[in-house]
């Protein structure tokens, strides 16, 4: 499989297909017993996490889930922290090198949740916020690492349409950053109206990829995943 640099790709497959095994494994959580994972160039089969995300390979879980504690403005400010590096005692120094470079680093954390339309929930903690702004928030951490790619597991999981569609639309702009986004969705209807290309696997194994409406209309991803029914439907 070969993710093009610039769009945004569907991971689809019927449950136990190994969706999320091959994110743990791109995403340094998980060791493959064969085959290579090749970044830019680079082998980084097997690199830890924390590694793998400072290449600019990002999946937003982690990050989500670390800060879920700490108010929205925190999480993004901590984000930016483990972009640029810098120390827990660089962050307590009150020289003024230090004080101008937080307000720069809290002014472009304002400026991505501004960018997620969730600046008005800053001081809110994150555990606390609707299921469709801690997607946001996932999001706006994300970028504050400076990503080349993202990792999505299920986006819009248990969302209602309205949460969906601003959803989606986040991921839109991802793309329109030149950011490249891989997603894990059983959304098919969200999957087809956003990805410019999607894979199909079953089984560990690649069965169809290609444009939506091909793939949907593939005999073996009927069979395995969609059915006729939501094939017909899509």
């Given at each position: 499989?070969?993710?093009?640099?610039?769009?945004?790709?569907?991971?689809?497959?019927?449950?136990?297909?190994?969706?999320?095994?091959?994110?743990?494994?791109?995403?340094?959580?998980?060791?493959?017993?064969?085959?290579?994972?090749?970044?830019?160039?680079?082998?980084?089969?097997?690199?830890?996490?924390?590694?793998?995300?400072?290449?600019?390979?990002?999946?937003?879980?982690?990050?989500?889930?670390?800060?879920?504690?700490?108010?929205?403005?925190?999480?993004?400010?901590?984000?930016?922290?483990?972009?640029?590096?810098?120390?827990?005692?660089?962050?307590?120094?009150?020289?003024?090198?230090?004080?101008?470079?937080?307000?720069?680093?809290?002014?472009?954390?304002?400026?991505?949740?501004?960018?997620?339309?969730?600046?008005?929930?800053?001081?809110?903690?994150?555990?606390?916020?609707p299921h469709g702004h801690q997607a946001a928030l996932g999001i706006a951490n994300a970028l504050a690492t400076g990503p080349k790619m993202i990792l999505l597991d299920e986006p819009v999981g248990g969302m209602n349409p309205t949460e969906t569609s601003e959803t989606m639309d986040r991921i839109k702009m991802l793309r329109d950053r030149g950011i490249t986004v891989f997603l894990v969705e059983h959304d098919m209807?969200?999957?087809?109206?956003?990805?410019?290309?999607?894979?199909?696997?079953?089984?560990?194994?690649?069965?169809?990829?290609?444009?939506?409406?091909?793939?949907?209309?593939?005999?073996?991803?009927?069979?395995?995943?969609?059915?006729?029914?939501?094939?017909?439907?899509?």
């Amino acid at each position: 499989m070969n993710v093009e640099e610039g769009e945004i790709r569907g991971l689809i497959g019927p449950n136990g297909s190994g969706k999320t095994t091959l994110f743990n494994i791109i995403s340094g959580f998980l060791k493959p017993t064969k085959g290579m994972i090749i970044w830019q160039g680079q082998e980084i089969t097997g690199l830890p996490p924390h590694v793998v995300a400072r290449l600019g390979l990002v999946r937003t879980f982690q990050l989500t889930a670390l800060f879920s504690e700490m108010t929205v403005m925190q999480n993004v400010v901590t984000s930016c922290h483990l972009h640029t590096g810098t120390t827990l005692w660089q962050q307590f120094r009150h020289s003024a090198e230090t004080r101008r470079k937080e307000r720069e680093t809290e002014e472009k954390a304002l400026n991505l949740l501004e960018s997620m339309g969730i600046a008005d929930r800053k001081d809110e903690i994150a555990a606390e916020l609707p299921h469709g702004h801690q997607a946001a928030l996932g999001i706006a951490n994300a970028l504050a690492t400076g990503p080349k790619m993202i990792l999505l597991d299920e986006p819009v999981g248990g969302m209602n349409p309205t949460e969906t569609s601003e959803t989606m639309d986040r991921i839109k702009m991802l793309r329109d950053r030149g950011i490249t986004v891989f997603l894990v969705e059983h959304d098919m209807r969200a999957v087809m109206t956003t990805c410019d290309k999607i894979t199909c696997i079953n089984f560990g194994n690649k069965i169809a990829e290609g444009a939506p409406q091909i793939v949907c209309n593939h005999r073996e991803v009927v069979e395995a995943y969609l059915g006729e029914e939501m094939a017909c439907s899509l």
